[in-house]
């Protein structure tokens, strides 16, 4: 096994403290950061988002996986010039009004940032001016939705409709949320899970 | 046959006259703003106190279930007198587990978890509640005794907390922090999940000492569910949580040896059922309808098993159409009514975006298509 498939054996298996010192370790041999990135961090994740998708690993699984990924990162990102950095793109997420409950997106947001991407998290209960104002500030390709509540959902088509002048891609997901909610309210892409948000997201932006 | 009759007849797996309409218990009840206009529109007047604060339901009049002529009826535990619930500001309440409920637009959010960086030795310094302060329990064996001897309803024993082990582990420490600390320290995990425990049986202690000789079920519950599968894994459920959930219905059974335990659990669980049965599960709630737990096929691999309450779908909006209100009530009595061993329930708390005449008729189609022989007659 090479030593960045370790590592990335070690964010499947939550092992912050390996995969930390595997970084440490590659970096001093001279691999380059956005290889041991891909080829290391996202490769595990991307693993741990197939599990999880496929009820093999549950939320604990995926959130130590997160974290070890992120001891990675913490690592290696520094060291990457600005030039390098090579983000498969923005998306910006949020619970939106109304709505606290965030478990659900930080997932998404764990799933994002473990396929490369950078996300732009904005807390929850987030009105549909705060994510315009958020938007017109990071500048991502896609919002991602959240709702729990079939009593807040509705708050994401108010959202979609005041960003409809903004070049953006929206993307919905929560307990509540199906397809034929997103077609009616004219969401670009409805996500079922974490795993899926990544796939749509890739689709969104190819 | 009486609603009593009904009931027993349902949780003993033999078919009543009519699939019995269960309403009012842990999780199928309303939030405060559908209760108020519920109540407005079937025109009951004068308030009862609020049995607790802060939380998304907190109000309870009997004299709704009355007028929807659900089979059951509840004593629950209230308030404590020592330690009233304290305000922390306008929408936030500090509950008797020293947690912050943040109340946004109708719903009650846990926030701020107190014990977000505490280490195993600050647990026994929380500031935990008494299961046997007195105003919890007062009145409550009389007015179970007279449920008992002064109607025909089944009495029905609402679970003290609406949770346990995961979701108060999640509120004390923070949801993403407890479930790391389940696989990465799980020595604290398990001290917190053992206070929690001891809690949870005082609590039962407190309100089966009361009430246990007069009811014919008691509510347990906890959420173990996504919409997709368990929170944690099968293993881990059966490591950690399994055998707290035994010791805690062991207890139940020796306090109230000739009730039902119905346990709720919301979303896709189907890998732990069995479990479940396995630690005297005797009643699964809500059956919530969803892509990995199918209420048909969850009727044919355990219906004989265990009794299955709920069935209706409150994540779906149709509902307030009244052709597929109908047709909802209609597929659940299908699904899960045939042989006994149903009670028709809705999967989670009435909220407010469902109109106040859909709540009524959800109930009236219930007796409409529930009568068991139709077939044969």
Known sequence: ?206 | MNSRERVLAAINHKEPDRVPLYFGGTSSFMTDEAYFQLKDYLGITGDVEAYREGHTGNYFDQRILEALDADVRFVHMKKAAATPVRRIDENTVLCDWGVPIRKIDGYGVRVDPPLAHATKSDIACHPWPDPYDPGRTAGLALAARTLREQTDKAVVARSPQSASFLEYGAWLRGMEQFLMDLLLDRGFAEALLDKILDLQIGFYDALLTEVGRYVDIVETAEDYGTQNGLLISPQLFRDIIKPRRKAINDFIRKKAPGAKILHHSCGAIEPIITDLVEVGVDILNPVQPLPNMNPSEIKKKYGDKVVLCGGVDMQNTGLQDPYLLEQEVVLRIEQLASGGGYLFAPSNHIQPDLPTRSVVALFALAKKHGVYGRNEA
Request: aromatic fraction near 2%; proline fraction near 4%; include cysteine.
């Open chain 1, 1 to 206: 096994m090479s030593t960045l498939q370790e590592m990335a054996e070690a964010v499947i298996c939550g092992n912050a403290k390996k995969v930390k010192e595997i970084a440490e370790k590659v970096l001093s041999e001279g691999i380059a950061p956005q290889t041991i990135i891909n080829d290391g961090l996202i490769a595990g994740m991307n693993v741990v988002g197939v599990k999880f998708k496929n009820n093999e690993v549950y939320v604990p699984e995926v959130l130590i996986a997160a974290r070890a990924m992120h001891a990675g990162m913490d690592v290696v990102k520094p060291l990457l010039s600005a030039s390098e950095v090579q983000d498969k793109g923005i998306v910006l997420i949020g619970t939106v009004k109304g709505d606290l409950h965030d478990i659900g997106k930080n997932l998404v947001r764990m799933m994002l940032e473990g396929a490369g991407y950078k996300v732009i998290d904005v807390g929850v209960d987030v009105s549909p001016e705060k994510f315009v104002q958020a938007v017109e500030e990071h500048k991502p390709q896609i919002v991602g939705l959240s709702a729990l509540l079939t009593t807040t959902m509705v708050n994401m088509k108010s959202t979609i409709e005041l960003l409809e002048s903004h070049p953006v891609k929206v993307m919905i997901g929560g307990a509540p949320v199906t397809q034929k909610f997103a077609d009616e309210i004219g969401a670009d892409a409805y996500a079922p899970d974490a795993a899926t948000a990544v796939e749509l997201a890739d689709k969104l932006l190819a």
